[in-house]
């Protein structure tokens, strides 16, 4: 559980960090790193200006407009309640560090969430280095039944099971599916049912805004083309 425990604070819910050790939404990358420091980033990203600047990117940012057709509690705009941390991976863990965070609640018996499954598959294969899919499971399904369903259905996105559904329970939704978007600063930036028009949009929009995601796509080295 290090990666995704590492992510999270426990009094304000998840919780991802930003923009790793050089934090590029503030650091002048032209600057003399000899010159005086007071004016530049400390290159830590924890500084009062990197947070000041990290706050503002995400202030600004062009969030997807929250969903207004819920049938659970409208958390959007707010950190989740409580702390991922003690769920149990049934498959390889994953590191969310940096990447957007959906969380899908389902359950073996219910219908509508195995068909969304290769919906979320090929949102997690199509943003491999964005987006973190967990799935949650536990909704009166014994481990054993989920683990075995996992093995003989496997996907790209992480699975994990949940005993007690802590983080779902607060969200009081009358059904499942229920999947949530959460940007990397701990934000929900959308609820709602995967299969519903506004799920994929809202995950691409997500990724689109959100400022550590672009600061490290943009920080990729290039590709160098080779002439034969």
């Known amino acids: 559980m290090s990666h995704l425990i590492a992510m999270l ?30 004016s530049m980033c400390c290159g830590a990203g924890d500084c009062e200006g990197c947070q000041e600047k990290k706050a503002k990117a995400y202030e600004s940012a062009e969030w997807p407009a929250h969903n207004t ?28 560090e940096g990447k957007v965070v959906v969380l899908d609640f389902w359950a073996t018996w219910c219908p509508p969430c195995r068909a969304a499954s290769p919906i979320l598959d090929e949102l997690q294969k199509e943003n491999p280095d964005s987006l973190a ?22 996907v790209a996105y992480a699975n994990l099971y949940s005993d ?38 809202a995950v691409n ?5 959100d400022p550590a995601v672009q600061t490290r796509v943009t920080a990729k080295p290039a590709a160098h083309s080779h002439d034969g």
């Open 205 to 209: 929009k997500t990724i689109a805004a």
């Open 133 to 154: 899919v967990l799935a949650i499971a536990g909704q009166r399904d014994p481990q054993s039944d989920v683990q075995s369903y996992i093995d003989e259905h496997p």
């Open 69 to 96: 057709d819920l049938y659970a509690n409208d958390l959007q705009g707010k950190p989740l309640p409580v702390a991922l941390g003690t769920e149990t991976w049934l498959s390889d863990s994953v590191d969310t």
């Open 164 to 201: 007690d559904q802590a983080v779902y329970n607060e969200f009081e939704s009358k059904g499942i599916p229920l999947v949530v978007v959460i940007s990397t600063d701990g934000i929900i930036r959308w609820i709602g049912n995967p299969h519903e028009e506004g799920f994929l949009p």
């Open 9 to 38: 604070i426990a009094s304000s819910g998840i919780a991802l960090t930003t923009a790793g050790p050089n934090c590029a939404l503030c650091a002048d990358k032209g600057a003399d790193k000899s010159a005086d420091k007071s």
